[in-house]
């Protein structure tokens, strides 16, 4: 890797022309920081760090109520506390006071001395350790880097060169302009008259194989400066490549009269593509870090009126309420995520996990996330909502909610507070119904009068209904050892297959891996561990699943199914299979929240609709809601299909423990064990089939507190098992305990074949229709024919918007608009807009990419990995976003969010998440919901610092699909496994820093290390979709 010139640092400028080391730097003066390119200066200027330096957080501050003296990131919380607020009261003023910035040199308490340079106050005892301290030096060596850097901008010599406040900014350049090539000037000029001034030298300092920006010197190198013309320096600016791109020159002048050379540096930058677009999808407003205060506690609160829809079943169990422990509250209120976890195993988590402890176990690690789901629904909090009245109902309008961010359900409670009213009293609004973009409210009779003008705070709450039904199934007694720790002993050594199977699907009789799976299901005994279909991507898993189904309904007449899966969509998929039964055989049950419009026409009489007897004297917009029939006809359905946590239902209406004699469990990587357990822990019984289909390799649950995750939490049940020995794939137990499919009917092998053999084995077999996997291979914009696969390197820029911390990049978004508009403007392969679908990790960037289609692409699906899961295309583009590199404080999981999962590169589970980039398993996820072409723009410099992404970029460089900016590394070189190459890039920083300790450069390395890494910051889960149980 490539050193930063050391003359740079030295010097702030190199005089060598034939220098091979790295030239490209910025520096940051708020915050202390160099950066090594414009683009990484771009990024963190952009980002939290900066903001809140420019902000004041970490400026001085004094309280004049309190006389106390603290830093910004401190007066926030100063101020809305019980201390300051009472110190207010005893002077008689009120608690609401501007901060006082504090002057360097202003007289500082007794015992204390204030460093200028740090802007803190140092008791005298810890003077001299400060003044040592890795931090003061960082800034001393900063102050001296800044004063050489000025001094290489400055004009100097009595010669002056134009541009020297923003450089030489081209602006935004078209792509046919930038092709051809487009030329600015610098003007040089010399203000002393007779002065001996000769231009030497004139050079960029990029080097990169293809810079964007050439000089043409010959006419001015060597010539005597004259007093009083301007001299013309040509700089030419011609790329293919959309995108931002940055470059310095440094003019090389000599004195004659003094023999003396110096150096004037000018930054040159520019935007490659269409003005109109860059200007449609900018930052509405700049970036300001949302300011996270301690909610003010809800000491009154009246109830709402709720829906009718809660009394639509006729439960017969009592729900608990399952509240969280005092003790755990306790430990989760102080420390890291690690330190919180650690204290969790020690004080409050069972020292091992088994039959006896699994319930606690889990409990716990429930309320550990159910604190975290309800922190962070405070972004939603709306500080002046309106509310409009239409008879008994108040409207509320709330931002996202067509995206579900936050996600509202009929039966929610949202709490309000009119401006002015007495601090802590809220009423509660119940939501009866949810439109598009608001909601539906009722309150207590004794709610105040309304007008158009009053303005409300509004709070969501939690709904804790599914929490508390995986409450009660981990509370239901259930000792079942086979289906929690299944080990050898559960397992027949051997199973004789003597079922003969004439399958429904004839598709199945040539698929050998399917057709011994339906088998082994169908020959499951009593007391059997749960068997797994694993299904990699686009191999059949629910085809499998549904097959098996119809196999048991012929062959006992005394079966009674439960099939359940994690979301609606997933559970209608499977139902919409089974409808040949008739609406007497299957129930889909939906929870009673559920809209009826969000129900498939083809399932709508599976369903059972109870019409309820209101009250007369009050209007309700609906009195049917979903429900289950009468005990007796409930029973005899041979089929019910729900999600994981609404077949809680059978439960809680008096269903006996046993009644099922098969629970399958679709797509159940996708389920936390506790979800999958209301099912099990509930309903079965020893003689009770479990059958588990999915992929561990994919998307596991989403889990949105970090101790919990930690604590693996998102770890599923399916991957549980299948970590166990029974359960390995070299265990010999195939077709006793699981089952692999291998043919892959979605992907073209290119596509495909990444995947297979870091995550599969090899084992998957191309078994795609020819016609649909191949309909790309001749496409005109592929690099290389017959290669599917196209890696767009672009360099961005990531970008915020207003006080949302999600990253979008708006280079990315119009490459993204320019291939969707050249897939729908090819005549020789007619696409629909529902056959492309891009995947993104960052919500922001979802929006903007939306925006980007309007009226071109208005049916292109949009979203995250998340989102799907499950789906496939016939075009999949996906969209990295981040283009920060920065070497100062670099952390790839904070960089590459989404990108860094290996589960979402199946899914394509490449993304970084926020620390949202596309992990493996979205990287996975989202690569393979590809069927005939797969377009992945970023930028490759930041993607490559993750192993699997540079196998992956490698793999596609080396077959010939590469397009934009090249690989900044040897793609034939072998990718290090353990990875490293975030480490390298921040040794590299490091070694920087030490060298320029007497030099320039490595002044804030330390400092910008001082960032949170911890990960439970207010932002993590603004990009992780909330998720729909019911």
């Known amino acids: 890797m490539v050193a930063l010139c050391p003359n740079l640092r030295l010097n702030g400028l190199c005089g060598d022309a034939k220098?091979?080391?790295?030239?490209?730097?910025?520096?940051?003066?708020?915050?202390?920081?160099?950066?090594?390119?414009?683009?990484?200066?771009?990024?963190?200027?952009?980002?939290?760090?900066?903001?809140?330096?420019?902000?004041?957080?970490?400026?001085?501050?004094?309280?004049?109520?309190?006389?106390?003296?603290?830093?910004?990131?401190?007066?926030?919380?100063?101020?809305?506390?019980?201390?300051?607020?009472?110190?207010?009261?005893?002077?008689?003023?009120?608690?609401?006071?501007?901060?006082?910035?504090?002057?360097?040199?202003?007289?500082?308490?007794?015992?204390?001395?204030?460093?200028?340079?740090?802007?803190?106050?140092?008791?005298?005892?810890?003077?001299?350790?400060?003044?040592?301290?890795?931090?003061?030096?960082?800034?001393?060596?900063?102050?001296?880097?800044?004063?050489?850097?000025?001094?290489?901008?400055?004009?100097?010599?009595?010669?002056?060169?134009?541009?020297?406040?923003?450089?030489?900014?081209?602006?935004?350049?078209?792509?046919?302009?930038?092709?051809?090539?487009?030329?600015?000037?610098?003007?040089?000029?010399?203000?002393?008259?007779?002065?001996?001034?000769?231009?030497?030298?004139?050079?960029?300092?990029?080097?990169?194989?293809?810079?964007?920006?050439?000089?043409?010197?010959?006419?001015?190198?060597?010539?005597?400066?004259?007093?009083?013309?301007?001299?013309?320096v040509p700089i030419t600016l011609r790329s293919s490549n959309s995108g931002h791109h940055d470059d310095r020159v440094e003019i090389t002048f000599e004195d004659t009269q003094l023999n003396q050379q110096f150096v004037i540096v000018r930054f040159m930058r520019v935007i490659v593509g269409n003005k109109a677009d860059y200007d449609r999808l900018k930052p509405t407003m700049a970036y300001t870090p949302r300011v996270r205060s301690k909610r003010e506690p809800e000491i009154e609160v009246v109830p709402g009126e709720a829906p009718p829809a809660l009394d639509a079943m006729p439960y017969v169990v009592k729900l608990s309420h399952a509240h969280i422990p005092k003790n755990i509250l306790s430990v989760l209120a102080t420390g890291s995520t690690q330190d919180k976890a650690k204290n969790l195993r020690r004080t409050v988590l069972p020292t091992s996990l088994d039959v006896a402890s699994y319930s606690r176990h889990f409990k716990t690690l429930l309320w550990v996330e159910e604190k975290r789901s309800e922190d962070d629904l405070e972004i939603y909090d709306i500080v002046n909502a309106n509310l409009t009245k239409h008879g008994p109902y108040y409207h509320l309008d709330v931002p996202g909610l067509a995206e579900k961010r936050p996600s509202v359900l009929v039966g929610d409670r949202i709490l309000v507070q009119r401006h002015g009213s007495e601090k802590g009293h809220w009423f509660e609004g119940h939501v009866h119904f949810v439109e598009r973009d608001h909601v539906g409210l009722r309150f207590h009779s004794s709610f105040p009068g309304h007008s158009a003008n009053h303005r409300y705070h509004v709070r969501f709450k939690l709904n804790r209904i599914p929490l508390r039904r995986q409450h009660q199934a981990l509370d239901a007694a259930l000792r079942g050892e086979h289906l929690f720790f299944p080990e050898v002993t559960h397992v027949a050594c051997s199973r004789t297959l003597s079922t003969t199977i004439c399958p429904y699907n004839s598709d199945i009789a040539s698929n050998p891996a399917q057709m011994q799976a339906i088998a082994s299901i169908l020959d499951m005994k009593q007391v059997s561990v749960p068997f797994v279909v694993f299904g990699p991507p686009g191999t059949g898993k629910t085809v499998t699943i549904v097959e098996t189904i119809r196999q048991i309904m012929d062959r006992d007449p005394n079966a009674r199914i439960l099939a359940c899966a994690p979301s609606n969509s997933a559970a209608d998929h499977i139902a919409e299979s089974l409808t040949m039964y008739g609406n007497d055989k299957m129930l889909r049950y939906y929870a009673p929240s559920r809209p009826r419009a969000a129900v498939p026409d083809a399932l709508i009489d599976f369903t059972y609709e109870r019409q309820l007897e209101l009250d007369p004297s009050k209007w309700f917009m609906r009195n049917r809601y979903f429900s289950v029939p009468p005990m007796p006809q409930l029973r005899?359905?041979?089929?019910?299909?729900?999600?994981?946590?609404?077949?809680?239902?059978?439960?809680?209406?008096?269903?006996?423990?046993?009644?099922?004699?098969?629970?399958?469990?679709?797509?159940?990587?996708?389920?936390?064990?506790?979800?999958?357990?209301i099912s099990v822990k509930t309903m079965a019984d020893d003689k009770t089939k479990i059958v588990l289909s999915g992929d561990p390799k994919q998307l596991g649950p989403i889990i949105r507190c970090p101790i919990a995750r930690e604590l693996d939490l998102d770890i599923s049940y399916l991957e549980r098992l299948m970590n166990r020995d029974i359960y390995l794939e070299d265990s010999g137990n195939t077709g006793i305990t699981f089952v692999k499919l291998v043919k892959n009917f979605r992907s073209h092998g290119s596509i495909l074949k990444f995947p297979n053999e870091q995550f599969y084995r090899g084992d998957l077999q191309v078994s795609g229709s020819p016609q649909k996997i191949n309909s790309y291979l001749q496409w005109t914009h592929l690099p290389k024919r017959d290669f599917p696969i196209i890696f767009h390197g672009i360099r961005g820029k990531d970008d915020r918007e207003s006080t949302s911390p999600s990253f979008f990049n708006i280079s990315e978004a119009l490459q993204v608009k320019d291939y969707v508009t050249k897939l729908r403007d090819d005549r020789r392969i007619r696409i629909a807009d529902t056959d492309i679908g891009v995947i993104t990790p960052y919500h922001a960037q979802c929006l903007k990419i939306r925006t980007a289609l309007r009226g071109m692409g208005d049916g292109v699906k949009v979203g995250s990995t998340e989102e799907f899961q499950g789906q496939e295309r016939r075009v999949i583009i996906i969209s990295t976003v981040r283009s920060s590199k920065d070497y100062v404080n670099y952390d790839l999981r904070h960089t590459l969010g989404f990108v860094a999962n290996p589960r979402r590169f199946n899914g394509m589970q490449f993304l970084p998440a926020v620390n949202s980039q596309l992990t493996s398993c979205e990287?996975?996820?989202?690569?393979?919901?590809?069927?005939?072409?797969?377009?992945?723009?970023?930028?490759?410099?930041?993607?490559?610092?993750?192993?699997?992404?540079?196998?992956?970029?490698?793999?596609?460089?080396?077959?010939?699909?590469?397009?934009?900016?090249?690989?900044t590394w040897d793609t034939h070189e072998d990718v290090r496994s353990e990875g490293g190459y975030d480490q390298e890039l921040r040794q590299l920083a490091i070694r920087d820093m030490n060298e320029f300790a007497e030099r320039l450069e490595s002044y804030a390395r330390t400092e910008a290390a001082a960032e949170d890494v911890d990960g439970e910051d207010g932002d993590e889960n603004v990009d992780r979709p909330w998720r729909e149980l019911e």
């Not at 059978?650 to 996708?670: C, K, S």
């Not at 996975?924 to 993607?943: E, F, K, M, N, Y």
């Not at 993750?946 to 010939?960: A, V």
């Open 19 to 232: 220098c091979d080391y790295r030239h490209d730097m910025r520096v940051c003066e708020p915050c202390g920081l160099v950066f090594l390119s414009e683009a990484i200066y771009n990024s963190h200027v952009g980002g939290k760090r900066h903001a809140s330096t420019v902000d004041g957080q970490f400026a001085k501050l004094f309280c004049p109520i309190c006389e106390r003296r603290m830093d910004g990131l401190a007066w926030r919380m100063h101020v809305v506390g019980k201390p300051h607020c009472r110190a207010a009261a005893r002077k008689g003023v009120s608690p609401d006071v501007q901060a006082e910035r504090e002057n360097p040199g202003e007289t500082v308490g007794p015992g204390f001395k204030h460093c200028g340079l740090c802007e803190r106050d140092i008791p005298l005892s810890h003077w001299s350790s400060h003044e040592a301290g890795a931090k003061h030096r960082a800034k001393e060596r900063f102050a001296t880097y800044k004063a050489v850097i000025g001094e290489a901008v400055k004009d100097k010599h009595g010669v002056a060169v134009s541009n020297k406040d923003d450089g030489l900014d081209f602006g935004i350049v078209s792509n046919s302009e930038a092709a051809s090539g487009r030329t600015a000037h610098l003007t040089v000029k010399v203000a002393v008259p007779n002065s001996k001034v000769v231009i030497r030298e004139i050079r960029m300092t990029s080097r990169v194989a293809h810079p964007s920006f050439t000089i043409n010197t010959a006419s001015l190198i060597g010539n005597r400066l004259v007093y009083g013309r301007d001299y013309a």
């Open 636 to 677: 005899r359905f041979r089929i019910i299909v729900s999600t994981c946590v609404s077949a809680s239902f059978a439960y809680n209406v008096g269903l006996p423990r046993g009644h099922f004699t098969h629970i399958f469990v679709d797509e159940a990587g996708q389920a936390t064990e506790p979800e999958v357990m």
């Open 923 to 967: 990287c996975t996820v989202a690569v393979t919901r590809a069927q005939a072409l797969l377009i992945i723009i970023g930028d490759p410099s930041v993607l490559s610092l993750d192993p699997l992404w540079r196998s992956f970029l490698n793999y596609i460089h080396l077959n010939g699909g590469w397009k934009g900016e090249e690989p």
